[in-house]
């Protein structure tokens, strides 16, 4: 959300101040559809279209978690009639891959259903790792759910190719190299969601209950980033950087 807000910063900047209250509060709106519409929504289609043609038939792609944008792309395939299976890897305490696996099966793909501490052995049957970003820093770091980056690590340790899908709105001029800096913090007490009852470990003096929200994988982890610009290496990341502060300024 930081490059809309500040897109539509500068189209307010830019707009007429005698303008009335009406005309620009729906030339805002009408923006924000145009932006909506041409960084996300098309932007997610033209994604999925090079994303398709990386997908072949007799392909294991393992995905982490849930992103409609993976989930669209792999049913995208599908309907394009390539064969392939997927392998959901999940992660507690949100598990939202179980969601993934029931798109994905309803569409009548092949689907395997694994937690991600097992994902050391299903990478020996893995071909293609496709994961989503939440954002892409300017020194190439994919920020990314919790746990992207030991998959990320994983799959390199294996000579699999990490594809990361990731539109170049969520491009970030921000440089990070680590998960604790900058991050999000959920609810501590959804880590316990399935330990004892009797036992009141968040009040614990010597417990400290960390629920991450997400990680920074470093660019040698990743193969490629698909975005609806082109196909780019992470540190092709300040290119588009550089073309979105030539458009906003």
Not at 9 to 26: A, G, L, T, V
Not at 61 to 88: T, Y
Not at 109 to 135: C, G, R
Request: include cysteine.
């Amino acid at each position: 959300m930081e490059n809309f807000i500040k897109h539509i910063k500068f189209f307010i900047s830019e707009r007429n101040p005698e303008d009335n209250q009406k005309d620009m509060k729906d030339g805002i709106m009408e923006e924000c559809d145009r932006y909506f519409k041409e960084s996300i929504y098309l932007a997610a289609e033209a994604i999925s279209e090079l994303a398709t043609k990386r997908i072949e038939d007799g392909d294991t792609i393992l995905i982490f978690n849930r992103s409609q944008l993976v989930v669209k792309i792999l049913l995208d395939a599908h309907n394009a009639g390539k064969k392939f299976r997927v392998m959901v890897t999940d992660s507690r305490p949100d598990l939202r891959g179980i969601l993934a696996c029931e798109r994905l099966t309803a569409a009548g793909i092949p689907v395997s259903y694994i937690y991600i501490n097992s994902v050391t052995y299903a990478m020996t049957e893995v071909t293609k790792v496709l994961l989503a970003a939440e954002a892409l820093l300017a020194n190439g770091y994919v920020i990314g759910p919790v746990g992207t980056g030991m998959i990320s690590l994983v799959a390199n340790t294996y000579n699999i190719p990490v594809i990361v899908c990731c539109e170049t709105y969520k491009f970030s001029e921000r440089v990070q190299t680590d998960s604790i800096l900058f991050n999000e913090l959920a609810d501590p007490c959804d880590i316990l969601s399935n330990v004892r009852s009797d036992v009141a470990w968040q009040n614990h003096p010597n417990l400290h209950l960390v629920n991450l929200v997400f990680d920074a994988t470093p660019p040698k982890f990743i193969s490629i980033v698909i975005t609806e610009v082109a196909e780019l290496p992470c540190s092709s990341a300040p290119v588009i950087l550089r073309k979105q502060l030539n458009t906003c300024y």
